[in-house]
């Protein structure tokens, strides 16, 4: 009991430090840019109808989340419920927002098991909706970008360093994710080394327990893998919803940039670069990518928004990240209630 409440505690502290981190580096913007003396001047002219817009935009965000997430469970489960679907898309949101390194996805899998399904296909769907919803960002990014070369190699600085580091960490990831799927003698040899590994320090029959049950759960996942990836339609479905969701995630910079009643820029330029921000900050080792997605915002939309910039980022940065963590808190904890998690 003891360590269950120490466990709680901790996880609530860390979650506490990410948050107060992410504030820190968006106060940082603001007092290192004398934002803060207008900042409540300006957030009160802010445009109600483009405030609604933005809301809509991160609502059916998490609904094409779900759904997309869906039509991979339903595959492999036809009993799975949307709502289901819709909860376990939330985690992922959530503890994407709140943890290091992408650990939104582990607690889907995790989430997953515990509503009934196996580790191994759980385990196999997410590894397919974060390949799908990776590679189609990828592209999307880049060719977006292609239609608007020169006005960012021309006013974005160090545009060419940051589109290498967002070609390498994507592809690196594409390529890893896919030989892991594909390739069940290179998934069983990293098995057999770890079990070589606890051998060695004496856990032989704690090794062969866990060969055992992480083996199973492997042939569930490539199996599982297979049964996906023979549907040439379910990922044709994916991919073109995964499209529509990253177009309207992008949208939500220029429903922002509205809001200010500002005008005169290209919709396409501005979805363009959040696109290409977002991919190249995903791989930013904290909470919610705090620190790259910020200086990336600023980088690529300053020249849209000018003396609005250090409001716009605040904006933005609400829209995108602190909206998921308090929808997120809420949904995790009362569909947890629903589907009586323990």
């Not at 594409?174 to 079990?195: C, K, S, Y």
């Not at 922002?256 to 500002?262: D, E, G, I």
């Not at 080792?285 to 928004?305: K, N, T, V």
């Amino acid at each position: 009991m003891r360590d269950q409440r120490k466990s709680r505690i901790a996880k609530n502290l860390f979650s506490a430090i990410t948050i107060f981190l992410s504030i820190g580096i968006l106060t940082f913007f603001l007092v290192t840019e004398d934002g803060m003396k207008n900042m409540g001047h300006i957030l009160a002219e802010l445009k109600p109808i483009w405030l609604m817009w933005i809301l809509v935009g991160a609502l059916a965000g998490w609904l094409l989340e779900g759904y997309v997430l869906h039509l991979f469970c339903r595959h492999l489960d036809k009993s799975w419920t949307f709502g289901r679907s819709f909860y376990i898309g939330m985690v992922e949101i959530f503890y994407s927002a709140l943890t290091p390194f992408g650990m939104g996805e582990p607690m889907e899998v995790y989430s997953m098991t515990k509503l009934g399904m196996e580790t191994g296909a759980a385990t196999s769907i997410v590894a397919v909706k974060s390949l799908v919803h990776h590679g189609v960002t990828f592209v999307y990014s880049f060719v977006l970008v292609a239609f608007e070369l020169n006005y960012f190699q021309t006013r974005v600085s160090n545009f060419s360093i940051i589109a290498v580091f967002g070609l390498i960490t994507n592809s690196i990831f594409i390529i890893f994710v896919l030989m892991f799927m594909m390739n069940e003698r290179l998934t069983d040899a990293i098995l057999q080394a770890i079990v070589r590994f606890m051998n060695k320090i004496k856990l032989n029959k704690l090794s062969q327990k866990f060969y055992q049950q992480v083996h199973g759960q492997l042939l569930i996942f490539h199996d599982s893998a297979k049964i996906i990836g023979s549907s040439f339609l379910l990922y044709l479905a994916a991919i073109l919803l995964t499209l529509v969701q990253i177009t309207v995630a992008s949208l939500i910079s220029y429903f922002v940039y509205r809001s200010f009643n500002l005008k005169g820029e290209s919709v396409f330029t501005m979805v363009a670069a959040d696109t290409f921000v977002t991919m190249a900050a995903s791989f930013i080792p904290l909470p919610g990518s705090s620190g790259g997605a910020e200086g990336g915002f600023y980088l690529f939309f300053r020249e849209f928004f000018g003396a609005y910039i250090i409001p716009g980022i605040t904006l933005w940065r609400f829209s995108t990240y602190y909206i998921n963590i308090l929808m997120g808190s809420l949904i995790v904890y009362f569909g947890g209630k629903r589907y009586q998690l323990k």
